[in-house]
Every structure is written in structure tokens, then in C-alpha cells.
């Protein structure tokens, strides 16, 4: 027996202003995702086939035509407010919120109502299906666990970043070096300076916190030519060459 009302179309209504309402004043990537999920995978979908008139034979069509429109929205979506520059989480809450009313008003005035199919009877669970469903949750299940491990092992844009500045101008005689540790954990590292290709400057020990900077001014001779100031980085731990930086400093 299926369902004639439009009580569908003003929950979607009710959940899409709520959608909105939670990206507007929060930041809480959980709350955004309860909200925001089935808008973006399903509702704005079948508030759409809804508008349009669009018919199924059964539920789970219904369903799966309401996810291709709901991905076809989202496609759309980000056309537009790529072409508008406002592809922010507030854009797309607005966007799919704009759907889904928009959508719902024009079937209210077509007096469109919800004809819906119901679910069809569920059929006797066999052992095969059981063991379908275990193979499908233990892969799952696995691919994820991999997943999370790769992401913590992972450390893309998380490293210690290293630089050497000359004088500003012909005739200074003072390099700028840095050292900053953007990795999560704590550094030690040992920094040598050479100048010509001789040593210059040796610093040991250098212990840098997650998020710490280090910097020093280093006073050069200036000569008649210009010479090449190489530093270089290791680790104290393996004394192994982490990062290497260069400069010219001018001559007089």
C-alpha cells in the first residue's frame, strides 16, 4: 500500500533548514555529517523525482533512482557555485536547501502527491547469505583498518622545513638560517655551515618541539667575490643528511 501524502516533502524541508542551521553556526564535522549525508545521498534526490513526476514500480527503485538524482544534484551544485566562487560547506547547505524547498513547492503546486510503493516482502535468510554478509563485513572491515593504519603512517605536508637567507644587500655580512619542526613529534638535529666549501659554523643538539622555530644570524666575512654558503641538516639520532640549503652571499 503506498503512501498518499506530502508529509515527506516537509520533513525534507524541516531537515534541509536544519542542515543549514547546523553549518551556519558550528563547525562540528559530526553534526554536519548526520545533517548533511543523507541530504547529499538521498532526500534532495527523491524530493526531486517528486517535482518531476517520476514514477517507480517499487521501493528499492525508487531508492536507487532517488540516489542518482541526489548525485546528479550534487553535480549541478558544484557547477554553480564553482561558477559563483562560494564552493564552501554554507554554499552547498544553501544550495541543496534551495533544491529541496524549490522542488517541494512546485509539486505542492502541481498537487503532486506521493504515491510510493511499498517495501517488498522480505524473503527467508539462507545460510549462504549469511556467510555473504560475514565475507562482505570482514572485508570491510579490513580495507578500513588498512585505511586508518596508511593515514597515521602517512605524514604528507608534516615535515621540518629549512632555509638559509642571504645578506639583503651587497656589502652586509650577516646569513639568516631556520629551522622549523612541523612533524608531530620532537626533533634533534645537528646543523653545519660551510662557506667555500670549508666549515664555517657548527651548532649541536638542536632540540626543536612540534611547532617550534629556530633561527640565527650568522656573521660572514665579505670579499672582493662572491662566495657560497652551504648548510646542512642531520639528525642527531642516525647523523644521517635530513635537509641541505644554500646561498650566495655577495661580494663587495
Same mark, same amino acid.
Request: hydrophobic share 45%.
Given at each position: ?10 520533513? &525534507?524541508?524541516?531537515?534541509?533548514? &536544519?542542515?543549514?542551521? !547546523?553549518? &551556519? !553556526? ?13 541530504? !547529499? ?19 528499492? /527503485? ?17 557547477? #554553480? ?19 529541496? #524547498? ?48 596508511? /593515514? ?8 621540518? /622545513?629549512?632555509?638559509? %637567507? ?8 650577516? %646569513?639568516?638560517?631556520? !629551522? ?36 640565527? /644570524? ?12 652551504? &648548510? ?21
Amino acid at each position: 500500500m503506498g503512501i498518499h501524502s506530502n508529509k515527506d516533502l516537509s520533513a &525534507a524541508c524541516a531537515w534541509a533548514t &536544519a542542515m543549514v542551521a !547546523v553549518v &551556519a !553556526v558550528t563547525d562540528s564535522t559530526l553534526l554536519r555529517t548526520i545533517l548533511g549525508g543523507p541530504m !547529499v545521498l538521498l532526500i534532495s534526490g527523491h524530493v526531486v523525482l517528486r517535482a518531476f513526476g517520476v514514477r517507480s514500480t517499487s521501493l528499492p /527503485e525508487h531508492l536507487a533512482y532517488a540516489v542518482g538524482a541526489s548525485l546528479a544534484t550534487g553535480i549541478a551544485g558544484g557547477l #554553480v557555485l564553482n561558477a559563483l566562487d562560494i564552493l564552501t560547506p554554507l554554499g552547498w547547505a544553501a544550495w541543496f536547501w534551495i533544491v529541496t #524547498v524549490g522542488a517541494s513547492l512546485l509539486t505542492t503546486i502541481r498537487h503532486e502527491d506521493s504515491d510510493l510503493p511499498s517495501w517488498p516482502r522480505p524473503t527467508g535468510l539462507r545460510l549462504w547469505h549469511g556467510i555473504t554478509f560475514a565475507i562482505a563485513v570482514l572485508i570491510t572491515t579490513g580495507a578500513y583498518a588498512l585505511a586508518v593504519r596508511d /593515514e597515521a603512517d602517512q605524514q604528507q605536508f608534516k615535515y621540518v /622545513e629549512f632555509w638559509m %637567507l642571504p645578506p639583503v644587500n651587497a656589502g652586509t655580512d650577516r %646569513l639568516t638560517i631556520g !629551522v622549523r619542526n612541523a612533524e608531530p613529534k620532537t626533533e634533534r638535529f645537528n646543523l653545519e655551515v660551510t662557506l667555500s666549501g670549508r666549515p664555517f659554523a657548527i651548532f649541536r643538539s638542536l632540540t626543536l618541539a612540534p611547532g617550534d622555530t629556530w633561527t640565527r /644570524e650568522i656573521p660572514v666575512p665579505v670579499q672582493s667575490t662572491a662566495q657560497k654558503a652551504e &648548510a646542512r641538516l642531520y639528525r642527531q639520532d642516525d647523523n644521517r643528511l635530513y635537509r641541505s640549503v644554500s646561498a650566495l652571499v655577495p661580494g663587495t
